[in-house]
């Protein structure tokens, strides 16, 4: 499936994105926001297959990767910065009236984002996410505890040396992510090249998040929007998996704070069932934003 690719201008700088499908009548546009933050668009890119169906969907890369512009000054970096560029991105392609999907990352801005109650935001997908970067770091340390010991070993002094480019460090982490991140082997070739992107460019990432998923010492660190997800109003479906680092507690939380919200939990995924069970996962959008615009 071919794209229509393009610049949306964002403050000084610009925003790259690339459409798929054209929406049918009734259809609203799906606009999807990658993880990272930092990260790019391309491991969400089997998502391309919600715009076969008279959908038409949006990706971009969030400024600072990808082929988006990249500001270096890091308090450019903000969380309202990325909501500001999401207004930006509605408005330039006109997109008075859309749902929006996020993942990880994407998904805490997802809920960021319908925290402002933009008008015309139809629904929020919220996959794999925390709404407390506190709560994820415990639950990644329960999950890191079950690690074999060298391993957790091998995290932790080079956490506590500030080694955590050590190649060491790496192949540490990457034991963690093949059992809460992606547990597919080989990874796919478009997660794969996000993963190369981040490594290659992690600049935002290790600004806002930190060296790993679960060193989260960045600037986002403290972040918590716990005490306000009351305040979402939009419809609003969560999507996680049985193994995933945004854990059945962590999600099972936001499911009771959010007024109304759906929750699906993929048996046989981690932090990636739009990876590991991309049918299933695709059904479960299909069907939840068919569902709300078959209601008005």
């Not at 606009?31 to 668009?41: D, K, N, R």
């Not at 402002?116 to 996410?129: E, F, H, K, N, Y």
């Not at 060491?168 to 190369?196: G, I, K, M």
């Not at 109304?260 to 934003?289: K, Q």
Request: with cysteine; net charge negative.
């Amino acid at each position: 499936m071919s794209g229509r690719s393009g610049y949306a201008p964002f403050r000084d700088f610009r925003t790259w994105y690339e459409s798929f499908g054209e929406s049918d009548e009734g259809r609203l546009p799906l606009i999807v926001l990658h993880g990272g933050p930092g990260a790019t668009h391309q491991y969400l890119e089997p998502l391309r297959a919600l715009a076969e169906n008279g959908r038409r969907v949006v990706f971009y890369d969030q400024i600072g990767c990808g082929r988006s512009d990249r500001p270096v000054d890091p308090a450019f970096y903000t969380v309202q910065t990325f909501v500001d560029e999401l207004n930006a991105l509605r408005e330039h392609l006109g997109l008075e009236r859309a749902h929006v999907l996020g993942q990880s990352w994407g998904g805490m801005l997802a809920m960021e984002y319908a925290l402002t109650a933009p008008p015309g935001l139809a629904s929020i997908v919220v996959a794999d996410s925390p709404a407390s970067i506190p709560f994820w770091v415990a639950e990644a340390n329960r999950l890191r505890a079950e690690l074999p010991p060298d391993v957790q070993r091998a995290l932790t002094e080079h956490e506590a040396a500030g080694t955590t480019a050590d190649p060491a460090y790496q192949s540490a982490v990457e034991v963690f992510y093949r059992r809460h991140v992606c547990r597919l082997d080989p990874w796919p070739d478009c997660f794969a090249r996000t993963a190369e992107a981040l490594s290659t460019d992690g600049y935002v990432y290790n600004l806002m998040n930190g060296p790993s998923e679960f060193h989260c010492i960045g600037t986002i660190k403290e972040w918590d929007i716990t005490a306000r997800l009351h305040e979402i109003r939009t419809p609003t479906l969560l999507l996680s998996g049985r193994y995933d680092e945004a854990t059945p507690a962590i999600v099972e939380g936001i499911h009771r704070r959010i007024p109304g919200s759906e929750w699906i939990l993929f048996e046989e995924s981690s932090h990636t069932p739009h990876l590991e069970e991309p049918a299933a996962f695709n059904a479960a959008v299909r069907g939840f934003l068919a569902g709300l615009e078959a209601r008005g």
